[in-house]
């Protein structure tokens, strides 16, 4: 950077820093991605911010390596949150110093969820500082008398200076620390507008500082972009130690936490809520859930297995085939990939030997659910097949598998976790690849049939 430049240019995707502008950022390889923002004293403000915590004692001014065998492990490293959805999806609680980045579309209940866990910790005896940048203390006080009462050591501070609220936290010394959100906070330092990627960037580093340097887990509510992804640079989802993600329809009830980056457990489980007039209430069998209100009798419709993570979900899959008005026929998938739905009506027509072409296809997930999983391709099927024939599927039966495109059923994971769940729900019939079942054996309680590709199981479901 030339000598005496007050501004530089950033990449709003990975925080790339160049002199100039540059049409394709070198590193991330997006296309006009830079932005020119001023700079001033961000390289020394974060040399001022580590030897400040050192000097408090979070963080020893000698570095000492340490073996292996020396670390100490505490089950008291980890926090209950008071939900077990999303202790789960943390990996077993709130890890001490670590830095937890929280995304969702707005009024889908990330405040409403972390003021929740800040009550239940607090009952727990531990000390929570709740710190907004966006509402006042009177409007957190209205919510906060909507989920029910309040007890504990809870505190609550409306500001935006990083500065001023790194002086309340190493004076209040918290357990665990709310920012809501990091896109209003800035740092005096830095002369660019609250929200842009400098101070982004810079906020999350001295937050992140102020984590592990103290041994505070910290909670970031992060904005999205009309993508769903958190908005600012995606170094940001690289600096923390665990992203998550809340997701739903907000004219739906139902609201899922799903975690995209954990350094502390899987990435692959999720936590289901349902939005209740008190905030907030954790959805332990989300089967029985998204199961609820389903017809009898009625044609198109297939309840299938997913797993989400080591958790085992049933769903309900439909599907709708009426003649086709046009030339053109309609093809709809709802909660599903489009591009997949395609693919299996392809496979229908050859393998299958059932014309297509002059009718319309719309495909559900019931629930608002979108669910990717190769194991509802065998659901998929025999919803459409049950569709078009109008015949109902019985309401006990349960189907998953994967299909190739040469008509055969292939494997899927957890086969076993899969059936027990069914059996445990009340189902006495499954359908599922016959690899899978060789290799799982037979289950007292439910009639496994195994099916080698997709005309067996058409004809399973027609006798």
Not at 166 to 195: L, N, W
Not at 207 to 233: D, N, R, W, Y
Request: aromatic share 6%; charged share 25%; glycine share 10%.
């Amino acid at each position: 950077m030339a000598k005496g430049k007050t501004t530089a240019f950033f990449c709003r995707e990975c925080g790339y820093e160049s002199a100039k502008w540059l049409g394709q950022c070198p590193v991330c390889r997006e296309w006009n991605s830079f932005v020119e923002e001023p700079v001033s004293k961000a390289e020394a403000s974060a040399k001022r911010g580590i030897s400040k915590i050192a000097a408090d004692g979070g963080i020893s001014g000698k570095i000492k390596p340490a073996r292996l065998s020396e670390i100490v492990l505490d089950e008291q490293d980890r926090m209950k949150t008071g939900y077990e959805e999303l202790d789960r999806v943390l990996g077993g609680g709130v890890v001490r110093g670590s830095l937890v980045l929280v995304g969702g579309d707005p009024g889908i209940g990330k405040s409403t969820l972390l003021l929740q866990v800040c009550r239940n910790l607090a009952l727990s005896e531990k000390k929570v500082l709740y710190i907004s940048g966006e509402e006042s203390l009177k409007q957190i006080k209205l919510r906060a008398n909507r989920i029910g009462e309040v007890k504990g050591e809870l505190l609550f501070l409306c500001e935006t200076n990083l500065d001023l609220i790194e002086t309340a936290i190493h004076e209040e010394k918290p357990d665990v620390v709310i920012i809501d959100s990091i896109q209003t906070m800035f740092r005096e330092e830095i002369s660019s507008a609250p929200g842009s990627v400098s101070q982004v960037r810079e906020s999350t580093n001295l937050l992140m500082q102020i984590a592990k340097g103290k041994g505070i887990a910290i909670f970031i509510v992060g904005h999205v972009t009309k993508e769903g992804v958190v908005a600012g640079p995606r170094v940001l989802e690289h600096m923390v130690d665990t992203v998550l993600y809340f997701e739903g329809e907000r004219s739906a009830s139902y609201r899922i936490i799903r975690g995209v980056k954990n350094r502390f457990g899987s990435t692959n489980e999720i936590g289901v809520f349902e939005m209740v007039e008190s905030g907030l209430a954790e959805v332990k069998n989300p089967s029985e859930f998204m199961l609820s209100g389903r017809p009898e009798d009625a044609s198109g419709a297939v309840v299938a297995c997913s797993m989400e993570g080591t958790r085992p979900m049933l769903i309900e899959v439909q599907a709708l085939i009426t003649p086709t008005a046009f030339g053109m026929p309609r093809r709809t998938a709802a909660g599903t990939d489009y591009n997949r739905v395609n693919l299996l009506m392809a496979v229908l027509e050859k393998r299958g030997h059932y014309d297509l072409s002059h009718f319309d296809a719309y495909v559900n997930i019931t629930g608002g659910l979108r669910m990717n999983e190769p194991a509802l391709d065998l659901a998929i099927l025999m919803a459409i097949v049950s569709s078009m024939k109008d015949r109902a599927i019985d309401s006990k039966t349960i189907i998953f598998g994967e299909v190739g495109l040469s008509g055969e059923v292939r494997a899927v994971s957890m086969a076993q976790q899969r059936v027990n769940e069914a059996k445990k729900l009340g189902f006495h019939t499954c359908i599922l690849p016959k690899i899978s079942l060789e290799k799982m054996g037979t289950v007292e309680g439910i009639k496994l049939i195994g099916v080698e590709n997709v005309r067996e199981a058409i004809a399973g479901i027609s006798n």
